[in-house]
């Protein structure tokens, strides 16, 4: 009876949302969070405690309209003054990070000095004139610059295929402790991953006692048999008070993923072996990660991280991989 409800209600967008509204549950947890961090990004009206979602978004989007060829004499006009406001109000929180801040005021006073000043951006160069900027001890200027002056590595396409293959799901580790400062050098690293106007909407939940790291490990399927061997643990979670749209509410995914490929590949340059973990969203499980977590409800577990040093005799799967003609699809 339910599957052939489900044929029929699928017919329309309307008729789908009254079964998952009826019938199945699957989608309300992510609804709830969804709502929830509409409502926590409105209540403080983007800014948090380390970090502000919505000074972050509109710096970025100042950068990129300065990087435009040709540059627009004139941007940004609907959001400069909130830009130059949402500043103000990290500078007087006095919790914000200095990095963040540094970079909001570089790029704004890059903005002023390139920009014609019609009314609305003289307004808001006056007040940002008035604002009581944070001193940096750098004299580098946090603002967009040239392709030819980007950091140039010395890994070639064989070296980094090289690493692409030496990193394998590692599910057998030595009975090794991992150091925190190690994961804080992996995540630092990882941290230059792309996100969707540099928001970053994640954060790692780290456990490095391996006891506590076993157990929370046990709560997704796909660790049985070897949950108990891992040593470290991350649990990548992704925060919906970083977006005031629902239009936004997969990006938490898509910039969790990214993060988390570039975090694997950090430790292994490290010496240290990883193994990326499932996260369905299954309703029994939910609770029980924001129980061991103690979660906002709108914040989600994206995907869990084993984190250890390989054993030595511990196997592999082979895990073949498909070819680049079974992946690509060219488009005449």
């Known amino acids: 009876m339910k599957s052939i409800l489900s044929r029929y209600m699928a017919k329309n967008r309307f008729t789908?949302?009254?079964?998952?509204?009826?019938?199945?549950?699957?989608y309300h947890r992510e609804q709830q969070?969804?709502?929830a961090g509409k409502n926590t990004y409105q209540a403080n009206e983007g800014v948090f405690e380390k970090s502000s979602a919505l000074l972050r978004r509109n710096t970025h989007r100042l950068e990129k309209g300065l990087i435009m060829v040709?540059?627009?004499?004139?941007?940004?006009?609907s959001y400069i003054i909130e830009t130059v406001n949402c500043l103000s109000?990290?500078?007087?929180?006095?919790?914000?990070?200095?990095?963040e801040l540094k970079w909001a005021q570089d790029v704004l006073e890059k903005y002023f000095k390139s920009v014609d000043h019609c009314?609305?951006?003289?307004?808001a160069n006056e007040l940002f004139e008035k604002l009581p900027l944070v001193d940096s001890q750098s004299s580098i200027q946090s603002i967009p610059y040239l392709y030819s002056e980007r950091i140039i590595s010395n890994i070639d396409s064989k070296a980094l295929h090289q690493l692409f293959k030496q990193r394998r799901s590692t599910r057998w580790f030595d009975n090794k402790p991992v150091d925190i400062q190690v994961i804080k050098q992996a995540v630092e690293m990882a941290s230059q991953a792309?996100?969707?106007?540099?928001?970053?909407?994640?954060?790692?939940?780290?456990i490095t006692d391996a006891k506590k790291a076993s157990k929370i490990a046990a709560i997704p399927m796909g660790t049985?048999?070897?949950?108990?061997n891992i040593q470290a643990l991350l649990v990548i979670v992704g925060d919906l008070s970083a977006y005031p749209k629902e239009r936004d509410r997969h990006v938490i995914y898509i910039d969790g993923g990214l993060v988390a490929m570039q975090l694997m590949l950090a430790f292994e340059s490290l010496g240290l072996s990883t193994c990326p973990i499932n996260w369905p969203d299954i309703e029994l499980y939910e609770k029980q990660m924001d129980k061991a977590l103690s979660l906002e409800k709108h914040q989600r577990p994206i995907m869990l991280m084993a984190v250890g040093y390989g054993e030595k005799d511990g196997g592999i799967p082979f895990s073949q991989k498909k070819s680049a003609e079974q992946l690509i699809k060219e488009i005449s």
Do not use: M, W
Not at 119 to 123: D, F, R
Not at 224 to 228: D, V
């Open 16 to 26: 789908s949302a009254l079964y998952y509204f009826i019938f199945d549950f699957q």
């Open 33 to 35: 969070a969804t709502l």
């Open 70 to 77: 040709p540059r627009k004499p004139i941007f940004a006009e």
């Open 89 to 99: 109000q990290c500078l007087h929180l006095n919790t914000i990070e200095p990095a």
């Open 119 to 123: 009314s609305v951006i003289k307004q």
């Open 194 to 206: 792309p996100s969707a106007c540099n928001r970053q909407p994640f954060q790692f939940y780290t």
């Open 224 to 228: 049985k048999g070897f949950a108990e």
